[in-house]
T-cell receptor, first 112, second 111 residues
Framework: NAGVTQTPKFQVLKTGQSMTLQCAQD?????MYWYRQDPGMGLRLIYY???????DKGEVPNGYNVSRLNKREFSLRLESAAPSQTSVYFC???????????FGQGTRLTVV | TQLLEQSPQFLSIQEGENLTVYCNSS?????LQWYRQEPGEGPVLLVT?????EVKKLKRLTFQFGDARKDSSLHITAAQPGDTGLYLC???????????FGGGTRVLVKP
């Protein structure tokens, strides 16, 4: 079972560069999420999509954009990377907001 | 200010001791989940509590959902080194669509 697949696993960017983090789930889940996790901290919600065709801001959306391409895929874009965006990014999916969230392996992003 | 406040942030105990982690909010949640995260991995679900006052047990772990559905606790009895990890509570408010996490409690159980 693939579950939630995130790519890439590691990335180094220079300040000002752009990139897109890809996420796909094969569980037919309605909800998908992007979180960031800084060292020793919990997860902060960047954006989420409660269903195909909808996206909403989370706690820390500034500097990011998302696309719910279809029910399976939810991508996160950094248009102009900043050192403050150095973090580990997790994509997750769940059937509803009240059911188990399944996570990808994470993307470790460093912006220099 | 986070929607879900966890305490303590860090807990270091000896093997065999008990510990309790708290998750508090001023909002009412339709459900609350507890996850455990190992280094380099994504969080993995331990339990979901739905009903106010609900108590669930998972071996040596006991989870409780507050009567008003605004808070929850995780109690570990006779902790073992294998219980070491980051414990995260997460929930969705009744009127919303998103799953929000607390700041996490890092637990270290020393042999």
């Amino acid at each position: 079972n693939a579950g939630v697949t995130q790519t890439p696993k590691f990335q180094v960017l220079k300040t000002g560069q752009s990139m897109t983090l890809q996420c796909a789930q094969d569980m037919n889940h309605n909800s998908m999420y992007w979180y960031r996790q800084d060292p020793g901290m919990g997860l902060r919600l960047i954006y989420y999509s409660a269903s195909e065709g909808t996206t909403d801001k989370g706690e820390v959306p500034n500097g990011y954009n998302v696309s719910r391409l279809n029910k399976r895929e939810f991508s996160l874009r950094l248009e102009s990377a900043a050192p403050s965006q150095t973090s580990v990014y997790f994509c997750a999916s769940s059937q509803t907001k009240n059911t188990e969230a399944f996570f990808g392996q994470g993307t470790r992003l460093t912006v220099v | 200010t986070q929607l879900l406040e966890q305490s303590p942030q860090f807990l270091s105990i000896q093997e065999g001791e008990n510990l309790t982690v708290y998750c508090n909010s001023s909002s009412v949640f339709s459900s609350l989940q507890w996850y455990r995260q190992e280094p380099g991995e994504g969080p993995v679900l331990l339990v979901t509590v739905v009903t106010g006052g609900e108590v669930k047990k998972l071996k040596r772990l006991t989870f409780q959902f507050g009567d008003a559905r605004k808070d929850s606790s995780l109690h570990i009895t006779a902790a073992q080194p294998g219980d070491t990890g980051l414990y995260l509570c997460a929930g969705a408010v009744a009127a919303g669509n998103k799953l929000t996490f607390g700041g996490g409690t890092r637990v270290l159980v020393k042999p």
